[in-house]
């Protein structure tokens, strides 16, 4: 089960980071060997699953990320698309490199009621030496609607 970083001495160094491939970095989070960040306690998702080129995430949104008219705030659909897709890329990445978000885009198709457990699904469309785009989607666990989509460019570095 996954857990959380409580503060910054919890995450993995950058050295420890470079010495495995992101597909075991995504998957000791997952396994709870090492934590992952908290923004996701904070906005009320987790990672659910890992696998080479595919991550996903589950959550609910809740009161706490509403706009003002108490609907899902964009900037969670948002952020919820960016942890997957770029979470994907990650799967991706060789030892000894990192990545980075360097752009993404939402569609937000509809709104998801406070309360509905939803997934999102982030997949690779291409890793290469230097740039990862992946493309993603939110849809509801119980009745499969989609929600929103999303796609994303990151860059890759290689450091070690």
């Not at 997949?123 to 785009?133: A, E, K, N, W």
Request: hydrophobic share 40%; aromatic share 6%; net charge negative.
């Amino acid at each position: 089960m996954p857990r959380i970083a409580q503060s910054p001495d919890d995450l993995l160094a950058l050295p420890e980071v470079l010495k495995i491939s992101g597909l075991e970095f995504m998957q000791r989070i997952l396994d709870g060997t090492n934590p992952g960040p908290p923004i996701g306690e904070t906005m009320g998702y987790g990672l659910h699953a890992v696998e080479n080129g595919r991550v996903v995430f589950r959550g609910a949104p809740q009161f706490n990320v509403t706009n003002p008219l108490g609907t899902v705030h964009g900037g969670w659909y948002g952020t919820l698309l960016d942890s997957a897709m770029a979470c994907a890329v990650m799967t991706k990445v060789q030892q000894g490199s990192v990545y980075t978000t360097l752009e993404f885009k939402i569609n937000i198709l509809r709104a998801i009621p406070l309360g509905t457990q939803i997934d999102c699904v982030g997949v690779i469309d291409h890793v290469g030496r230097s740039t990862g785009v992946a493309h993603g989607e939110i849809r509801g666990v119980e009745d499969n609607k989609l929600y929103a989509t999303g796609s994303t460019t990151c860059i890759v570095m290689k450091l070690a």
